[in-house]
């Protein structure tokens, strides 16, 4: 029952943390570091209060040792949120996103000496080519928006647009690949973390989001600009409590809320379930998230875009066992005999 709620709660809470995500990078794409900090700030404070207890609660594991995930958990965290700034659609995002088992097993392959059925590769060969059609066919896309320009714009002016848009694009997908991979050497850290000390997700939560706050300093003129741009957005009324708050302000403390209760979630259910129902969990929420940022928000996807998410999710299930599992249910009678025999 308590994994059912916790899945339940992943679904609500990374789901619309989607949605209002989309409408903050829809109004100003770089807002990123902002909602990045905000997001540290508020998990930071719960953990405070509730976790450590006012820093009266001793942590289980050396804080030392969560200094390096810290490292790697804020540079994924930004660059994946200021990606967004460099042509990179919400859906591509999502896409790119989907494809951390690659890196996974890479690095698992590299670092950890791990070896993988011939089932696995062929998955991950599913999800990389799921991943380059995507990319490609979003190329195209950013290609043709650049092409609307060409009829109010001479010739060379236009070429010479479209050549910086692309080249833009190329860096933001040059900064997803980066923190794809830190995201993979995160999760390997942490588990040979976990395996030497024990799990403690909640205070692993706040660990991570409250050591790497300081680092904010570097990128406090952006933050602040955007918090500037944010206060000047259309005020909406409050009804209960009569006063009206700028639009993106709400959007933001729906995002911040939203965080919480997702990776609070994720957190909570790697106690209950096993690290493959968890990922496939992530996994078919991004799916939904994908689904309906491109139906609600009308971003553009092609027929090929399709083909590719579907490599990209069909190649996960393939991965985490889930076809094997799902046919041993159906017909556990006939797998039994060839066993006997």
């Known amino acids: ?53 006012f820093g009266t609660v001793k942590p289980e594991i050396p804080v030392i040792n969560y200094c390096y995930m810290v490292v790697l958990f804020f540079l994924v965290s930004v660059v994946n949120n200021y990606a967004i700034n460099f042509n990179i659609s919400m859906p591509l995002h999502m896409i790119f996103r989907s494809g951390s088992l690659i890196a996974n097993m890479i690095l698992g392959i590299i670092i950890l000496k791990k070896k993988y059925t011939i089932k696995k590769y062929l998955s991950i060969l599913m999800i990389s080519m799921g991943i380059c059609i995507c990319t490609i066919m979003s190329a195209q896309t950013v290609s043709r928006e650049s ?13 010479s647009n479209e050549a910086k848009d692309f080249i833009i694009w190329l860096i933001g997908i040059g900064m997803l690949t980066f923190a794809l991979f830190m995201s993979a050497r ?63 302000w709400l959007y933001m403390l729906g995002n911040c809320i939203t ?63 889930f076809v094997e599992k799902v046919s041993n249910a159906i017909w556990p009678v006939a797998k039994k005999e060839e066993k006997v025999e």
């Not at 990374?14 to 990045?36: A, D, H, K, R």
């Not at 990776?263 to 968890?278: H, N, Q």
């Not at 994908?290 to 083909?307: E, K, R």
Request: aromatic share 16%; net charge negative; with cysteine.
């Open 147 to 159: 092409n609307k320009h060409k009829h109010y714009e001479d010739e060379a002016e236009s070429d």
């Open 186 to 248: 995160m999760g390997i850290y942490q588990e040979v973390l976990y395996k030497k000390h024990g799990k403690h997700p909640r205070e692993a939560l706040f660990y991570s989001h409250a050591i790497p706050l300081a680092a904010f300093v570097f990128i406090g003129k952006d933050i602040i600009h955007h918090a500037s741009l944010f206060s000047q957005s259309e005020p909406v009324p409050i009804p209960v409590l009569g006063v009206e708050v700028p639009i993106l």
């Open 259 to 321: 965080q919480y209760v997702c990776i609070r979630a994720v957190f909570f259910l790697t106690t209950e379930c096993s690290s493959l129902v968890v990922t496939l969990v992530v996994t078919l929420r991004k799916f939904l998230s994908l689904i309906f940022s491109i139906i609600y928000f009308q971003n553009p996807f092609t027929f090929y875009h399709w083909i590719g998410t579907g490599m990209v999710f069909g190649g996960t299930l393939i991965f985490l066992g």
């Open 1 to 53: 029952m308590n994994a059912l709620v916790g899945i339940a709660f992943v679904f609500i809470g990374c789901c619309s943390n989607v949605i209002f995500l989309e409408l903050l990078v829809t109004t100003y794409p770089g807002c990123g570091n902002l909602v990045t900090f905000a997001q540290f700030l508020i998990i930071s404070i719960e953990g405070f209060i509730f976790t450590t207890k």
